[in-house]
């Protein structure tokens, strides 16, 4: 199985280094960063690349770009793990439907495309034949789109509630634990390397609901758009709303949730028993699927790292290898 | 997709109410109980065969034996649900071999024929190229198998912790909550239904040393067998025990556990933190793997009942409908 890989940050970094590690039929064909690019038909020395990358600030030469390989380069699969542009979905969009009108299969953790314009790209995969995977877009290293696809096939999936930002779920957990402030809190995430510089698009909720959004849409092919979330952040909490939620036996986590009988979706702090299967320290992600036949399924991991999220790709590229990839 | 269905107890009767409600392209062809069976190439008239079962006590027709249908019947996969033998695996060891020796896919909730004869049926299925699916073995509605084998793929898997035996954990749970000792908390199991006349399976850690088996077998492929598993059962725990977690912010739980790297293959009472992701209350199911890439990853779901267990075979049919299956 041949693979163009584009973008070489911390997700691509990773998903390289396990594709040189693990030695899973997977050749690197063509690979590119935002500046810079490496074509080798043989495979690409992977090692060397990420030297180079280290080294010199970028991968490979200048005069190669990541349009170059996705448009003209010998691949099965395109691999995308640019950073993710919530408004415009670009450069990442017209990446993958430049992949697919090849009639290439797509995996990618880039959550822009998929959560504006999930139906169009759903469609263009399905008119070339070809796979679109996202697990990585989710929950991280949590395989919940394995689920929904296959584990829990011919289930009707109810509704869904989940923590889907790590950052937040870190800092309720620590104004909690230690009676901090919200701006004390957040300060030992950017510490930690929790939180971003500006942290807008996990606090205010808007990251995970543009999660909320692409499982809304996978399950139920709703069309939802970021805007139809009804959606309030953790940075006006209190440590004296933690407090009171505290002399319950309950604690407060950012919840995104959906039903679509109830025409629900939404994403705000809730008040939990603090023995809720949600109710957890830390970064964990995690997702609770309701369904008809197997009820309450409850899945709990790392929603983010390097190595956790080029699981989620590796997962899907293995799964387009098995399934779709016609082999000798 | 034609199934014949053997077996119609609680898992038999869920499958076949699903099959008959949902209408996802499958014809049951065949069925059986311990003493009667049904023909029809047609498709079985469900809701009849089901009320004749309630009326009479068997479904079909007393000439017609399980073998019959297995050995002569038109169909692509066998449903095995019939009861499980965890000492010959018999009679499902039988017809899912003859199943298999004649090309079919096969799909069971049976964990006798799994823990004791994997390393065979596995051969026998890839030799005939049939698909052999057991996901209903271990952990009821919660897809592991499916996560282990997709989900996942990739990882290396580490190790496992899982609470697979939801009497012992209902047990435990009131025990903890009430102070209530070994003997009345299982009276109030058996009152609930959760608990069998005759509980040694369950509360001596046999059932949860069988799926511990089927995942290392799984996993692993390295020969585990029921005997190889260092199993102390809860029917020797005090209240006085539990009360002694509870006063260091800790309770127990019946965990299995494997890790091939420390020959760790164990079912045993453990003192856990009461935040530990496998500490939750009642009859409910957990399984924790811990890998290379995704590092861990907790699954929390129904370990058992009728249509959540329909909900786990129907993952497998439908699994192998997409996958295996030849449609026109």
Redesign the interface.
């Known amino acids: 199985m041949k693979v163009a890989l584009i973008g070489l940050g911390s997700v691509g970094r990773g998903v390289a280094e396990?594709i040189a590690r693990?030695g899973?039929g997977i050749t690197i064909t063509g690979l590119a960063d935002s500046t810079s690019g490496v074509i080798d038909p043989a495979g690409i020395n992977i090692p060397g690349v990420l030297a180079n990358k280290k080294t010199q600030g970028y991968c490979g030469d200048r005069n190669i770009s990541a349009e170059d390989i996705i448009k003209t380069g010998d691949y099965d699969t395109l691999i995308e793990v640019t950073p993710t542009n919530a408004l415009s979905g670009e450069p990442a969009l017209g990446y993958i439907k430049a992949a697919l009108l090849r009639k290439k299969h797509v995996v990618t953790s880039n959550k822009g495309p998929i959560a504006l314009a999930y139906k169009e790209l759903r469609a263009l995969a399905r008119k070339n034949g070809v796979a679109l995977r996202y697990e990585a877009t989710v929950a991280g290293?949590?395989?919940v789109m394995?689920?929904i696809e296959?584990?829990?096939?011919?289930?009707e999936i109810l509704a869904l509630y989940g923590v889907l930002n790590g950052t937040c779920n870190f800092i309720l957990t620590r104004m909690a634990a230690e009676g901090l402030t919200y701006e004390q809190a957040l300060m030992e995430a950017r510490k930690m390397g929790y939180a971003e510089a500006d942290p807008t698009y996990d606090v205010q909720g808007i990251d995970a609901a543009i999660k909320l959004v692409i499982l809304a849409n996978t399950i139920w092919g709703n069309g939802a758009k970021l805007s139809d979330v009804d959606r309030t952040g953790i940075d006006l909490l209190t440590p004296d709303a933690l407090r009171l939620a505290d002399e319950e036996g309950c604690t407060i986590r950012l919840i995104a949730e959906a039903n679509p009988h109830r025409h629900l979706l939404r994403v705000s702090p809730r008040i939990l028993d603090k023995?809720h299967?949600l109710v957890?320290?830390g970064t964990l992600n995690a997702l609770t699927l309701e369904?008809d036949?197997?009820?309450?399924?409850?899945?709990?991991?790392?929603g983010a790292?390097s190595?956790?999220t080029?699981?989620?790709i590796?997962?899907d590229?293995?799964?387009i290898r098995?399934?779709h990839v016609k082999r000798p």
């Open positions: 396990m693990k899973l290293a949590i395989p394995h689920t296959n584990g829990l096939a011919g289930n023995n299967p957890f320290d369904t036949m197997a009820k309450e399924i409850t899945l709990i991991g790392k790292g190595i956790e080029a699981s989620a590796i997962g590229l293995l799964y098995d399934h």
